[in-house]
């Protein structure tokens, strides 16, 4: 269970949490992991991971690393890269255009 500590909001408004002994960055980050965790025990996912980093590069050139909430890690070995937006920033957008240009065989998914 997500779990919370008194801390003052962030600039765009979210509270981060504590679940299972990890900080997200908000309730709704948290939440998802929960969920996740849950779809384990029920068999539908093998695994996840939290914030991977992807180097965005162009023409051999990083761009930028973008760190990506989750990676989900299905039975029959698929991924789905997820990302937890309650804002989307101006930066976080050409970050995804670039993910989605540059990747796109990955499945990506935006939770909002």
Do not use: C
Not at 24 to 46: V, W
Not at 89 to 103: G, N, Q, S, V
Request: avoid cysteine.
């Amino acid at each position: 269970m997500a779990t919370e500590r008194i801390r003052p909001r962030t600039k765009y408004g979210n509270i981060p949490r504590t679940y299972n002994g990890h900080e997200y960055h908000s309730r709704k980050e948290a939440a998802a992991a929960q969920n996740f965790d849950l779809l384990i025990k029920a068999g539908k996912l093998a695994s996840w991971r939290r914030q991977v980093p992807v180097k965005l590069e162009v023409n051999g050139n990083l761009v930028t690393t973008y760190i990506v909430d989750f990676v989900l890690v299905f039975p029959d070995g698929r991924e789905e890269w997820v990302e937890v937006k309650g804002f989307e920033t101006p930066e976080w957008k050409i970050k995804e255009k670039l993910f989605r240009a540059l990747f796109p065989d990955r499945r990506y998914t935006v939770i909002r």
